[in-house]
């Protein structure tokens, strides 16, 4: 297909990093910057939508409040979502989206929702998506972001976002007060999380939302290709982009995500090349994650935290992926020298008993996209190290499940049910990809085998991504549970004298499609 005028010639593209990229749309590209009149009132567009449009987009990030044509009363806050400072104990982060740049925004927050005397200001970050002639409008988004600290251990705090002619406070919105609550000071009792990839907005999407809150989870993982904005997902300026998709996404999100810290990384379909050389702009815009030793402004879906006795690490795999190499070694090595030491300190930490990884690419499946030689030869290694206990990842759309995987082999059989030792037998590998997106599926002649429908046959024929971008045919013999369909995982965390993962596995339905524990010293 023959690329737009606006877009880079695609002998050229083959051999530019997204940076490069980035720099040489930049000098072809005029900004203009529109403003939103009293127009936009009456055509509805201060519910919580901006205006869509096709294409690719590029940003910039200042406006003030004065590009708002509107009184801020007309101006309704949508998409909150949550999520944790660097201590889940004491720390949070309240974020949302607004359809016009507003005048002092805040948050209200107190231990009783009618009493939300504490007000803590908040920033509003700007997200400009050019318009590109013959192809889109440009369109600008706003989001609001506080940062909440000092908040009491295992304690449930109500708030509600306002601006200037905006209080949640007032009879008018106390119907938008929400609650969320803090991690307990000290390991004890139970915890539920719960994780999935390649969500995307839909039915299916949705419901998926709506199922996982049922479990009541402490937290939920996101292991990337969050909205798909970008359907095309190869990070580069020529994609295909929406950024008006987010709207929808955040929207759609907002009845769990309120209440439940949504921690995300960062998937392929996440590069969204024209914000920024890395492809990050965007996220750091709609999204404040927790500081935790790497830089969040150069890697955003790379931290970490600690919630009861599990140690929890977000990766970004677009640093190592040899599949999709748009940011392949965008951070020179750091990510995975801070990973070495990270993982190192949350081994030795007294209070962790599990520690618990999630990326996006894929370390073992045999769907669509396989598994990843670059997130095998980069991690792998520092995960055995360093005994980590679960890995979960998305990029293919389904369900699979590995036995315990040790030195690329099987080191011990994990049946539907059963039970296992990292430090005896290796590590579990979750593909969780069945966020909502439209479902992949498994190679010819392997068969799904899932609670309640287990098949037992010969290992799967699949592949790998070598460095080249080749592909290297293998056998997969660690291809334990394999299922088509949408999903999500639950893991209970249980701690004391018998610290344990109970994992499980769910349809959307709610039908448990696979269940096994982790335990140490089983």
């Known amino acids: ?65 004065s590009t708002s044509q509107a009184p801020g009363s007309f101006i309704t806050p949508f998409g909150r979502h949550l999520a944790f400072g660097a201590d889940p104990r004491t720390q949070m982060r309240i974020s949302w989206q607004v359809p016009l740049a507003v005048r002092k925004p805040y948050v209200r927050v107190g231990t009783r929702p009618g009493d939300l005397g504490g007000k803590v200001e908040a920033e509003l970050r700007a997200l400009h998506t050019p318009e590109l002639k013959g192809a889109r409008a440009a369109i600008e988004q706003f989001y609001v972001h506080a940062a909440l600290d000092g908040l009491r251990p295992d304690t449930t705090y109500y708030y509600g976002v306002g601006h200037e002619g905006f209080d949640p406070a007032s009879p008018e919105h106390r119907s938008t007060v929400a609650s969320f609550r803090t991690a307990p000071a000290r390991p004890s009792g139970r915890f539920v999380f719960t994780a999935f990839g390649d969500q995307g907005v839909g039915a299916e999407a949705a419901l998926n939302d709506r199922m996982l809150l049922r479990r009541k989870p402490a937290f939920h993982l996101h292991a990337g290709d969050i909205c798909y904005a970008d359907p095309t997902g190869k990070g580069k300026e020529s994609d295909v982009f929406d950024a008006t998709q987010w709207d929808r996404f955040l929207k759609q999100t907002e009845p769990v995500a309120r209440s439940v810290p949504w921690m995300v990384t ?39 935290f600690t919630y009861g006795n599990v140690g929890v690490v977000a990766l970004d795999a677009n640093d190592v992926s040899y599949e ?73 759309h389904v369900y699979e499940r ?104 769910l349809a959307s339905s709610g039908e448990r499609i696979d269940h096994f524990e982790v335990r140490r010293g089983a």
């Open 1 to 65: 297909m023959e690329i737009p005028h606006f877009g880079i010639p695609p002998e050229l593209a083959r051999r530019m990093s997204m940076a490069e990229q980035h720099a040489y749309l930049r000098t072809r590209l005029s900004r203009r910057r529109t403003l939103v009149t009293a127009g936009a009132v009456a055509s509805g567009l201060l519910t919580g939508c901006s205006g869509s449009g096709p294409g690719g987009a590029t940003a910039t990030r200042s406006p003030s409040a």
């Open 266 to 304: 960062t998937g392929n379909h996440d590069m969204e090349a024209w914000y920024s050389p890395d492809g990050y702009g965007g996220q750091l815009a709609r999204f404040s994650l927790p500081d935790s030793g790497f830089d969040p402004r150069t890697a955003p879906g790379v931290y970490s």
């Open 324 to 396: 999709i190499p748009a940011n392949f070694g965008y951070t020179q090595g750091r990510q995975t020298r801070w990973l070495d030491r990270r993982l190192g300190e949350l081994r030795a930490s007294r209070d962790v008993d599990f520690i618990v990884v999630f990326f996006h690419h894929c370390a073992y499946s045999t769907s669509t996209h396989a598994s990843d030689g670059g997130v095998r030869a980069a991690w792998l290694p520092l995960f055995a190290r360093h005994e980590v206990d679960l890995v979960i990842n998305g990029h293919n």
């Open 402 to 505: 590995t036995d315990a995987v040790r030195d690329g082999e099987v080191g011990r059989p994990v049946p539907i049910g059963g039970t296992t030792d990292p430090r005896r037998d290796g590590i579990v590998y979750v593909t969780a990809g069945g966020g909502g997106k439209e479902l992949y599926g498994f190679p010819d002649g392997a068969r799904e085998s899932y609670e309640g429908d287990v098949t037992d046959g010969e290992a799967v024929e699949s592949f790998r991504w070598t460095r080249s971008r080749g592909t290297k045919a293998e056998s997969a013999p660690w291809s334990r549970v394999r299922y088509r369909g949408f999903s999500f995982l639950s893991v209970e965390a249980l701690s004391g004298a018998a610290p344990r993962l109970e994992v499980s596995a």
